[in-house]
Each structure stands twice: as C-alpha cells, then as structure tokens.
C-alpha cells in the first residue's frame, strides 16, 4: 500500500501477489526482528494470560519499536534510476495501492510514522512513536456506548458488536517542516486529512474509512506541534491509521473531493505543481518514466534519534518498463541502479550482474499457499471431500514442500524457516509456539482418506466413495511458477490417489460482479476446489487477519461479493479470535491474539504454507544506506539518506 | 478530384458512426461494467459513491439496450449526464445538450471535444492519447520509411535477378524473418546488443538518467535547448525496435513487390522496350517499376494506421512509450473511456488511410480517373 501501511489492505496486497507481483520488498536477513525464533523466545502463552500489565512489557516494546537501523552520513550529488515492470498508475496515496504506486509515495509523501527495515515502527515527521509504556497510548477505563459520541456517519456494521475502551493518542511532530511549496506542515495536516478522508463526497479509498471513523476527538495544540486524539473503540490497526501520509491542506483544500481521485496527484504533468512532503519532490511525470529532484524543503529523517538532513542524492528516476525480461537486460546492460518487483524465481537471471553490480535474495513478508475451498458444494465448486478436516489434512501430509520448492526454483536457495506459521519470517507476531505442522508423510495421508471412505475401487489410482472421484480443480492466475508448481502437486498427490487437475486462470481474481456465477476458477465465485497464491502481510495483523479468515468476508450474494476469505472458512473459534482482535488496542494483547490465531489457522488448515517467498533486487554496489524494506514501506522508506559512493 | 474526396468524406461519416457504435456496444456489453473497473483499483465505495460516480458519466449499472443508449449518450454528449429523466437532453444553460455550447448546448462528451477521463489514471483522455502519439509517430514512421524502401529495393533485385544466389538468400530470410515472434526477436536483440555487446540501449526512447520523462512538458523544453543531444540519443534508442519491426515487416512487402515486378517485367509493353534497346535499368526503372508499384500502394497505404495505433508488441517489448502500448494498458484495465478514446481515433484514421489510397492510385496510375 502505502509507505505508511494502511490497515486493512493485505486485501490489496493479497491481489498483486497472486497476480505474480511482489508488492513489496524483502528484509534484512541479519536483522534483530527477522527469523522465527524471536517471536517464539517472547513467547506471551494464551491470549488469556496476557494482562495489560504484563503486555507492555520490554520484550514486547522491544517487538515493535526501537529500530537498530542508522544510516552513515553521506555524500551529496548523484542520480539514481529505480526500475519497475509495472508502471505507477496513481500519485495520491489515498487513491491507489500497488507496490508500483507505493515505492514512488515513499519518496514523496510521508506520515508520521514509518516501518524499518527490522521491521519496527519508527517516528518519520513524528518526533516520538507513542506506546502506552511511555503514555503516549492511554487506554480508556471501560467501554462507553454502543454509539460513538456525536458521529453520526459511522457505519457500526462494519465493527464486531462487542464493545471494547477506547482510547487516547498523544501525538507529536518534528518543528519547522514545511512543504515543498515552503507551507508550514504540522499537525494540522493530519487532522485536515482525516476530514478528507471522511468527507461525504469521497469516491473511494483503498483503504475504506475503518478506523478513522471512530476517531470522535481530535484536537490539535495551537502551534500545530502536537495533538491529542481519541478513538471510541479499541482498534488494533491505530499506528498503521496514524501513520498515513498527510495530505497538504492548503493545496488538497481547493479541489472538490469529488474530483480529487481525478485532480490530486494524477500520472501527468499537473502533479509538478503539487507540493508534496518528503525527500523528493516531482520534476517531470510522464506514464512511463517519473523524475524526481531533491526537496530542498524536506528537514526530516526517519528512524530513532535521527538527524534531520535534505536528501544526500540530487535526483531519482523511477523507470516503468512494459516487461519484466526487458528489464532484466536493462539492469544486466548497467542501466538501472535499483531494481526492484522481483521473486526469487528471477534470481537465477539476476545473478549474471555486471561488475560493479549485485543481486540479492532475501525474505520477504508474504508467503505462497495452497487453499482448499471448503464450500463443500459439488465438485469444482468446493469439493465435498474437501469439508472433511481429515482429507484436508490428508492433503497436506501429501505435499513435499521441499522438494515442491525445489523444482520450481532450481538452484535458488531454500528459505530457512520451516513452513508452517501463516506469518511471514521476520514479523513481530510470528509463532512457532503450539502450531500444528503437518509433515510430509504420503503414507499417513493414504491411511487417512482410507479411513474418510476414500478408496480406489476401480484400480485406476484415482479413489472414489459414492461414485465421486478424489479429483479437485485446482486453480492458479497462470503465472509460471504456479503452473510448475501445479505439475509437481498432481504427481504428488497422484502417489496417494488423488487427481489434481492443474488449470490456468488469469481471470481468477477477478470481482464478483465481473464475472458470471458459473465462470469456473473464480476465487469470488467460489468456482475451484483448490488454488494457489500467496498472502502479503503487514505489521499490521488484523489487516493481514480479518479480511481473510473472518466468516463475514467470505464473497456472498448478500455482500456483494465484498471479502477475501476464498477458502470459505466459518469457524466460530477464528471468528471470535479475530473479532477480540479487532478492538484490541495493547500490542502486547494483540501479540497474544497473534499466537492464538497462528495456532487455529494451522489447526484448521484453511489453507496450507507451502513455502515463504522472497525478494530479488538488482542492486548498483556503490549505492550506500540501501536498506532493503520487506515491509509495504517498500525499500525506499529511507531514501533521504541514500548516497552514492565514490567508486 | 476535389468532389471525389469531398463525396468520399461525407460517405465516411456514417461507416465512421457505425464504428463507433458498434464498438461502444460490444465493449458496454461485456462481462462486468465500468463500475467493475473502478472497483477493481480496491478501492473501497459505498453503493451511494458507486451510483453518484456512474451518474457522472451517465453510466448505468443495467446491461440492457437502453442502459447503453444512455451511456452512449453521456458519452457523445447527447445527454447532460447532471441531470434526471427527459432533463438529460438539456444543458446547463437550457438548450439542447447536443449543441455546441455557443448554441447553448453541453459541454461533455465527444461532440463538444471531451473524451472523458481515464478509469484507471483518472487523466482526460485526449491528454494520455496526446502524449503517446509523439512515441508512436517516431517509431512508426522511422520503421515503415525503412521497411518500405528497403523492400521495395530487395523485391526489385530480387525479381530482377529471379533465381540468383540473391534471390534465392532473399527467399530464405524472408521466411525466417517473418516466422520470427516479435516478441522474441526483440528480446534476443535487447540480450545481444544490450547486456552482451553494450552497444545499444535496451529500451526506452533517451536515456532515462539525462533527460526528463519522455512526452513530460519537461522533456519537450530540454529537446529545445539540446536538440541535437536529443537527436542522437532517440536514433540509438530507435535502432533495436526499428531493426525489430523492419525484420519481421520487410518480409511480406518484399515478396509482394518481388511477384508484382516479376509479373510486370513478363509484361508486353516490358518486352516491346526491352526490344527497343533500352537499357536494363531504363527498362527497370521507368517502365516496369512504376506499375508494380501500384498493388504495393494499397498495402502501404493499409499500413497506414499503424503509424498511429503502434506496433503493440514492439512497443511493450523496448518500453516504448506509444499507443499500442496504452492499447493494451487499456485492455488490461478495462479502461473503457480510453479504449473508446483509442478506438475513435484509430478508426479515423484507418478510414482516411483508405481515402489516401485512392487518391494515390490516380496519382501513380494516370490511366486511373475519379469523376
């Protein structure tokens, strides 16, 4: 999404990455917070445990803030060219979503807080991240009301009917920012943009209005330089809300908001105009190519005790190539310094970077799954075996992950955590604590579908039961890596007697009303009985939760197809964890939450992690302060301090 | 002459209407609507910001005939899409909708020179035509002067040396070329003379750390000040895509020029000058060449559009910043004011290409009269 993670767009993110596009990047293999035994050596036991006490604890804090990340003092001068695949389609935040969107915001639009390369929240304009340790996060005694306070456009349908307290944000921002345009920046703008974003004339968000609309206080000191705010329910996605990027109120504020989706920040030459942020500013914007040129403006810095400085580069170029082997052979050719929207099926063509350049492969937040769609119907559109648990986890004891991945990417190097958790390595609120892993074990699977009544009567190697055959239509966008990975799942599954019948689908994630209701391999529609793509995550765990597992996100008639929840899981025990999740504001529960919710993911297997994907960069070497990103910030999350060595 | 082309153009104004009609029916009546495409951005509307969008535009969230004709209307400018009901034919200021706004009509839509805005970018269309047209127009027409010379000189050779070791090498290529995937050539010469040789670019049209955004108001200043920078900078970035289009375009052309000179030269008239004792290249030149020329003619002239829709696959291929490659954006995105924008230019301009043509058949070929 954007630089500042909205909340609830793994939605988004889930779409690009199945499309084959990593809509992010990767992380530092050596960072504190990356690797699965962090989490795991905090482990909080049951969410019951965790008091609030207890939850702002120093290992928990330690989890989600206070980055090791310091960027070496730089040179200034130099050009650097950034190079995409896919092209920018949208420059306001608010309006698109998109890797290819969000690399170039990164450099021009900030918020208060940013996501570091370990994977922490770190103050950008802010001058501190508030928790509740230090009473920047005040938590409210008890509930109040079913209504909020005299908010009358709040859509409470959208909210779990438990009532949770609220609570109070003590924000703060760094002195003397201005815009490009030399306007004063402060806090002002965030509550300017909170208004937009909840403006009636609205035509759309990518990020829909959820948290916003229960902010029912917020009130900005007179010099701008802080403010306090309020929300009426707990919410668990409030630092990735207040982290999104402000929005000039003295430019924002003379285009109709009816017409800001077309007028603010499109694609085109008008956005020269606008003023904008953060390190960079527009020089020339054309569909294929962006420049950007220092900010002369920008007094910031991201991170812990940073020190605020203008960018140390004088000008960045983000190239939009039409194909990505096209842009392969322009990083080979030494003509882009950074690129970027790549996986680790790449990596192999990457390698052969000329002197003076390096690929890199590193883990990512998103992870490729195989999904069974529990609709139960018929075959085709849910199979019926697939409502049995036992079959589920039958098929899971048949898949060879290893050699799975293997095959696919021959000669890449297998990720290091053992897949399993339906959190991406690296995450704060990954377990490994009480997780259910299914091992590889053909043979158990066999016994098991024996013992569900599925059996090859006719000899054929295929099992039946009541004249129905084990045979499942699998569905995927098309995308090579899945098709090979189709191929090796049916061999796989052949040798316990099941059929897996490998379809392509570019439309597969097209929308509910795109497509007509029989169309077969819809993700919506629930036309397949397995699939695969993978899941983009976020620090934000409900965003990377709710939209997926939660019973009322599952497309229906009655919501209009809206949700991602394809597998059709309804589980009252993910439902309730997810719906305490939703109104819990302490990280230290929600981490709690977080280990509960890995545990009945696993226990229920919606869904099976065949492996964690990672992110390929071409990079040019004598690039410094690069930090790769594996978060939706996206590597360009500390551009400011980029700087070309000598040499 | 001048009534033929006159009558020729008013004869074009209703096939030019049926095109379009025709074209914005089929698109409306495809799977998913408008309303689809905004959604698919993610972007989050409320049923209430989906129906006020759609009236924007006229559009409707029905596929029936009459849900078309509106949407149709809206985007003709026929109808005022303010308004309600029967008040949709008048304008803002009282008159019909459809009159210029001098008259007191409208101003939206395509009678009053609007075509809409971009689903996906939410850009005025004529603006994102607009600035592709300049990267399509430098490919094209560099590409087609060449392929076209150069076909014109191998088929003539050719067929004047019928069977020669030329010919027979000329035959072969001419296969090999045409068999070839664009998209393929093109990636293997982006490999060869990119990343291998480092003698060329490998896409683009300058070179993106000089110069500001291709098609950018910038960029057209910076050309200004260093136009001979820019001269040089564009031709190597033009030779892999123009070689591409050349090699797999040449093909055809010369072939066809190799059969109408080899039928030409077994011509009479051919004989009777050969006889006179001409020379070869009189013979060549002045009396077979011209009429050959003449079927040559329609497949240029045939070509023509291609200078403005772009060579789509080339254009993806070298990140070619041009109109087929907006064409398939568009496609993709279900953009669908765009690809009616595209579409309504194209059409224009396939229907005047033929007009050329006939008008160039009675300049090449004097026996040829239009009364």
């Known amino acids: 999404m954007h630089k500042r993670v909205f909340a609830p767009l793994a939605i988004v993110m889930l779409i690009m990455a199945a499309c084959g596009q990593p809509t992010q990047s990767t992380g530092e293999s050596e960072a504190p917070s990356d690797g699965a035994s962090e989490p795991a050596s905090a482990s909080p036991g049951s969410s019951g445990e965790a008091s609030p006490a207890a939850s702002q604890s120093q290992e928990i804090d330690d989890l989600l803030f206070g980055s090791a990340y310091v960027a070496e003092e730089g040179t200034a001068g130099g050009t650097v060219v950034i190079a995409d695949w896919q092209a920018a389609e949208q420059l306001n935040p608010y309006y698109s979503s998109g890797f290819k969107n969000t690399q170039v915001f990164a450099s021009t639009m900030l918020g208060l807080y940013s996501v570091s390369n370990d994977g922490k929240w770190v103050p950008d304009f802010a001058q501190t991240v508030p928790t509740i340790a230090d009473g920047g996060v005040v938590l409210d005694e008890e509930a109040e009301t079913a209504e909020c306070p005299a908010l009358e456009h709040i859509d409470y349908s959208l909210y779990p009917e438990e009532l949770t307290p609220g609570f109070t944000v003590n924000l703060d921002i760094k002195p003397d920012l201005t815009w490009s345009d030399g306007e004063p920046l402060d806090l002002n703008d965030l509550l300017y943009t909170m208004n937009w974003i909840l403006d009636p004339e609205q035509t759309g968000l990518v990020a829909g209005t959820t948290g916003w609309d229960i902010i029912d206080s917020f009130e900005v000191a007179d010099d701008g330089l802080s403010a306090t705010v309020h929300f009426c329910r707990g919410y668990a996605g409030f630092y990735a809300l207040l982290a999104s990027p402000l929005l000039p109120e003295h430019y924002m504020s003379e285009i109709p908001v009816a017409e800001a989706s077309e007028t603010s920040y499109p694609v085109g030459p008008t956005t020269v105009e606008a003023p904008v942020s953060g390190p960079f500013q527009y020089d020339s914007v054309a569909p294929d190519q962006i420049n950007l040129v220092r900010n002369e403006s920008y007094n910031s810095c991201v991170g812990d005790g940073c020190t605020p400085h203008p960018a140390y580069l004088d000008s960045i170029v983000y190239r939009f190539y039409a194909d990505k082997d096209a842009m392969i052979a322009g990083f080979l050719a030494g003509e882009i310094d950074v690129a970027t929207d790549l996986l680790q099926g790449d990596f192999a063509a990457m390698e052969a970077a000329p002197e003076g350049f390096e690929a890199t492969i590193d883990t990512a937040w998103e992870y490729e799954h195989f999904d069974f769609n529990q609709l139960g119907e018929t075959p085709g559109k849910g199979h019926p075996a697939l409502a049995d648990p036992a079959v589920r986890a039958a098929v899971a004891q048949a898949i060879d992950k290893t050699a799975l991945y293997e095959a696919v990417y021959p000669g890449t190097p297998l990720p290091d955590a053992e897949p399993c958790s339906p959190v991406a390595p690296g995450l704060y609120y990954r377990s490994e604590e009480g997780l259910t892993c299914i091992e590889y074990d053909p043979e158990a699977a066999s016994a098991a579908l024996e013992a569900s009544g599925w059996v090859d009567e006719d000899g054929d190697g295929i099992r039946e039961q009541d004249g129905e055959t084990l045979s499942f239509l699998h569905c995927h966008t098309g995308a090579p890596f899945r098709q090979d990975a189709g191929d090796v799942l049916a061999q796989q599954f052949l040798a316990v007697g099941i059929e897996l019948i490998n379809t392509a689908e570019p439309t597969i994630f097209d929308g509910w009303n795109d497509v007509d209701p029989d169309q077969t391999c819809n993700l919506s529609r629930g036309t397949y009985d397995t699939t695969e793509f993978a899941w983009v995550q976020t620090l934000d765990i409900f965003g990377s939760f709710y939209y997926s597992y939660h019973s009322s996100q599952i497309p229906t008639e009655e919501n209009d197809g809206n949700g991602s929840n394809y597998s059709r899981l309804n589980s009252p025990d993910m439902d309730e964890a997810l719906n305490t999740l939703f109104g819990t504001t302490d990280p230290g529960e929600v981490y709690a939450l977080a280990a509960e919710l890995q545990q009945i993911h696993t226990e229920l297997q919606p869904e099976v992690v065949l492996y964690y994907r990672s992110g390929v960069r071409g990079l040019n070497s004598s690039l410094s302060n690069f930090a790769r990103n594996p978060g939706t910030s996206s590597d360009m999350w500390n551009v400011a301090d980029w700087y070309l060595a000598e040499g | ?371």
């Open chain 2, 1 to 371: 002459m001048v009534r033929f082309i006159i009558r020729r153009l008013i004869g074009l104004i209703p096939i030019f209407l049926g095109v379009i009609v025709i074209s914005f029916a089929l698109m409306q009546a495809a799977p998913g609507g408008p309303e689809n495409a905004i959604l698919g951005q993610q972007r989050r509307m409320t049923p209430q910001q989906i129906d006020s969008w759609l009236s924007r535009w006229c559009l409707q969230r029905e596929d029936d005939i009459f849900a078309i004709a509106v949407e149709f209307g809206g985007w003709s400018g026929i109808l005022n899409c303010n308004n309600e009901g029967f008040d949709r034919f008048l304008s803002e200021q009282g008159g019909l909708n459809f009159l210029p706004a001098f008259l007191g009509g409208g101003s939206n839509g395509l009678l009053h020179g609007d075509l809409g805005s971009s689903i996906n970018t939410a850009r005025p269309v004529a603006e994102m035509i607009g600035e592709r047209v300049p990267g399509t127009l430098i490919l094209t027409i560099t590409a087609l002067v060449l392929w076209v010379s150069v076909a014109i000189a191998v088929g003539v050779y050719a067929a004047v040396r019928r069977y020669s070791v030329f010919d027979h090498s000329m035959t072969f290529f001419s296969y090999v070329f045409y068999s070839l995937p664009t998209f393929w050539l093109g990636l293997m010469l982006i490999f060869l003379f990119g990343p291998l040789l480092g003698w060329l670019p490998t896409g683009g049209v300058v070179n993106a750390r000089d110069w500001p955004a291709f098609g950018s108001p910038q960029f057209w200043g910076a050309v200004a000040n260093r136009p001979l920078d820019a001269i040089v900078d564009i031709g190597r970035h033009l030779v892999l895509p123009v070689l591409t289009l050349v090699a797999v375009n040449i093909a055809a052309d010369s072939r066809f020029v190799r059969a109408s000179m080899l039928e030409t030269l077994n011509q009479d008239y051919v004989r009777t000058a050969k006889a006179k004792g001409l020379s070869q290249r009189a013979v060549v030149g002045k009396h077979a060449f011209r009429n050959a020329l003449l079927p040559l003619v329609t497949n240029v002239a045939l070509s023509l559009p291609f200078l403005f829709s772009g060579a789509v696959v080339t254009e993806t291929i070298f990140s070619w910043p041009g109109m087929g490659r907006l064409f398939i954006e568009a496609l993709g995105d279900r953009d669908y004011f765009l690809l009616m924008g595209i579409i309504l230019v194209t059409s224009m301009i396939i229907l005047l290409a033929n007009l050329i043509a006939d008008v160039v058949y009675a300049v090449v070929d004097p026996r040829i009269r239009y009364t």
